[in-house]
C-alpha cells in the first residue's frame, strides 16, 4: 500500500476557505503541510502582494511533533516566511481552548482527519500491517498508551468491542478470542505478530479484496488515538463557538469564518455531519452542498482520495459579506 504525500481535495478546500489578506487559518491536523502550505500561499500573496503586508496568521496543531515541524517548513517555504506561523503540538481537542488563551481568532479552519503517510510509512511508527515493528500506533510518541498495551491489558470483551465498534469488522469476537488466549504464551509486541494471528482467524483473503488486518489495525489505531472522542470534542466546540459568534460573543471564530472537515469513514463523518447539519439550520451557510467528493482527475494520481468527505459551512458575519473575493 503507498500513501500520497499530496493532500486530499486541494482545489476544493482552498475553494471553500477562500484565505483573504491579513487573515489567519487554523490547520487543526498540520500533517505535512500539503493544505497549509497552500492556504499560506495564497494569503501571503493577497496579504503582500495585494494589501503591501498585514499580520496573516498559520496556527498549526498536530499531535505528532515530527510532523508539525515538516509543516512548519513547509509552511514557511510556501509564504517566503511572510506569515506569522504558531505551531501547536497536540490534541486538536485543545486547539479552541489554545487560541483563545492567546486572543487568536480564526477566520479559516481545517480539520483533515486520519493518519499521515509518514505515520504509516515507517514501521518503526507500527501502523502497517504490512511492515515488521513495534506494536505502537501512537500519533503522539510520548503519549502514555500504544497498542501493545492495549492488546495485552484489555479484557476479551472489551477487545471485541473495540474491533467491531471501530473496526466494523464482523469477525471481532473471534479475534478478540484469539488475542487472549494467544497473550498467554507471550506478549504480542509486533505488528507482524498480530497480522498474523488475525490472518489465522479470518483466513488470507477478507471481504472486499482487503488484507484480513486492515480492520483490526484500524480499530486499534482508532483506540490508540481516541479519534473519535478527540473528533466528537472538537466539533462539540465548534458547535458552541459558532452559536457564540452568530449571537455576537465569539471567543476564537470570527464572524464570516469558514470551517472545513475532511472525513475518511463513517465513524469520523457521522459527528462532523450531524454538528454541521445542526449549525446550518441555526443559520449557517452550506459551502458544500453536503459533500464535496474527489472528481476523476484527482482519483487517478491520489487513491487515499477515494473516500474523502468534504464539509464545510461558512459562519454569518459581517466579515463574510466584506470580505474581497
Ligand atoms: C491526514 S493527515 C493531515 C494531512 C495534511 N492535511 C496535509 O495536507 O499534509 C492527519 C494528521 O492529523 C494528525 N492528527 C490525528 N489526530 C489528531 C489529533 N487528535 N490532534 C492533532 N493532530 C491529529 C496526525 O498526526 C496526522 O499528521
Known amino acids: 500500500m503507498t500513501f500520497s504525500h499530496v493532500p486530499v481535495l486541494p482545489s476544493e478546500v482552498l475553494s471553500v476557505l477562500r484565505p483573504g489578506p491579513g487573515e489567519t487559518y487554523v490547520d487543526c491536523t498540520a500533517g505535512l503541510g ?73 477566520d479559516m479552519l481545517l480539520a483533515d482527519f486520519g493518519f499521515a503517510s509518514t505515520q504509516v510509512d515507517d514501521a518503526a511508527r507500527g501502523f502497517s500491517f504490512q511492515r515488521e515493528g513495534p506494536l505502537d500506533m501512537r500519533m503522539d510518541p510520548s503519549a502514555k498508551v500504544d497498542a501493545a498495551t492495549l492488546v495485552a491489558s484489555l479484557s476479551e470483551r472489551e477487545l471485541a468491542s473495540i474491533i467491531e465498534e471501530f473496526g466494523e469488522e464482523r469477525n471481532a469476537r473471534r479475534i478478540a478470542k484469539k488475542l487472549v488466549q494467544e497473550r498467554t504464551r507471550g506478549p504480542i509486541l509486533t505488528t507482524t505478530h498480530l497480522a498474523e494471528l488475525i490472518r489465522g482467524v479470518v483466513g488470507r483473503q477478507a471481504s472486499g479484496g482487503i488484507d484480513p488486518a486492515t480492520r483490526t489495525f484500524q480499530a486499534l489505531r482508532i483506540a490508540v488515538n481516541d479519534e473519535i472522542g478527540s473528533i466528537n470534542a472538537l466539533m462539540a466546540a465548534v458547535d458552541a463557538e459558532v452559536r457564540r459568534v452568530m449571537a455576537g460573543h465569539g471567543r476564537w471564530l470570527r464572524p464570516g469564518a469558514r470551517l472545513a472537515f475532511i472525513t475518511f469513514h463513517s465513524l469520523e463523518d457521522r459527528p462532523v455531519k450531524q454538528t454541521l447539519v445542526g449549525l446550518i439550520r441555526a443559520g449557517a451557510e452550506d459551502l458544500t452542498g453536503g459533500v464535496m467528493t474527489a472528481g476523476e482527475e484527482e482519483l487517478r494520481v491520489n487513491p487515499r482520495a477515494r473516500s474523502a468527505k468534504l464539509r464545510a459551512i461558512r459562519v454569518p458575519g459581517l466579515a463574510a459579506t466584506s470580505r474581497a473575493g
Open 34 to 106: 500539503g493544505h497549509a502550505s497552500h492556504v499560506a500561499s495564497v494569503i501571503k500573496a493577497r496579504s503582500w502582494d495585494e494589501a503591501g503586508g498585514s499580520g496573516a496568521t498559520v496556527v498549526l496543531c498536530d499531535l505528532d511533533s515530527s510532523n508539525l515541524a515538516r509543516a512548519g517548513g513547509a509552511v514557511a517555504r510556501a509564504a517566503d516566511g511572510k506569515v506569522r506561523v504558531v505551531p501547536l503540538q497536540g490534541n486538536f481537542a485543545q486547539v479552541p481552548y489554545a487560541l483563545e488563551s492567546r486572543g487568536v481568532a480564526a
